[in-house]
Structure formats: structure tokens, C-alpha cells
Nanobody
């Protein structure tokens, strides 16, 4: 069964850090570009980062310099390191590859 599982979300104070993980089952991350999206209530999902099969990452302007997407040592794990988090980063974060979505993980940035 093809599926993606995100984890690592939680509650963090402004300025804090979190690392999200996306683990694939039945999908090879090395075969396609992976996307990290986020969504807040009432808004469309927006892509915040992508990472290519060779590990090249690109970022949406609001997260540049704060978020880092990377591939794990195994072929089926990708990470999103999020530093200097801001309240506006609060959202459900999803990973997507080859048309497959994960279930999302909630990130809340609040004091």
C-alpha cells in the first residue's frame, strides 16, 4: 500500500524549532520531487519547500533561511527542519510525492 506518514509536529514558542519527518511506504523518494505543503483553516494549501531526487531544495519566500528540507540516510525518509518559527507558520503540514499525500501533522507556534 502506497502511503506517506508525517510526524514531528507540535506546540512550540516563537523562535523555536521543530523537525518534521515524512516516511514513505511503497514510494521511492529518490524517483520524484517531494513537496512540503502547509494549510491553515479557510486557505488553500501552499507549497513551502520542494526537494528533488538529487537533493536540491527550493523554498517559498516566507520560509527561506529558516526551513531546510533534506533527505534522510534511507530512501524513504525526508525531513523539514524548521527554525526561528513564527506564529504565522502555524498550520497543518503535509508531504506529497507522485500524487500521494500524507495525513498531515499540526504545527502550532504560540507563546
Amino acid at each position: 500500500q502506497v502511503r506517506l506518514v508525517e510526524s514531528g509536529g507540535g506546540l512550540v514558542q516563537p523562535g523555536g524549532s521543530l523537525r518534521l519527518s515524512c516516511v514513505a511506504f511503497g514510494v521511492d523518494f529518490s524517483a520524484d520531487t517531494l513537496f512540503w505543503y502547509r494549510q491553515t483553516p479557510g486557505k488553500q494549501r501552499e507549497a513551502v519547500a520542494t526537494i528533488s531526487p538529487i537533493g536540491t531544495a527550493m523554498y517559498e519566500d516566507s520560509v527561506k533561511g529558516r526551513f531546510t528540507a533534506s533527505r534522510g540516510d534511507t530512501k524513504n525518509t525526508v525531513y523539514l527542519q524548521m527554525n526561528n518559527l513564527k506564529p504565522e507558520d502555524t498550520a497543518v503540514y503535509y508531504c506529497r510525492i507522485s500524487g500521494v499525500w500524507g495525513q498531515g501533522t499540526q504545527v502550532t507556534v504560540s507563546s
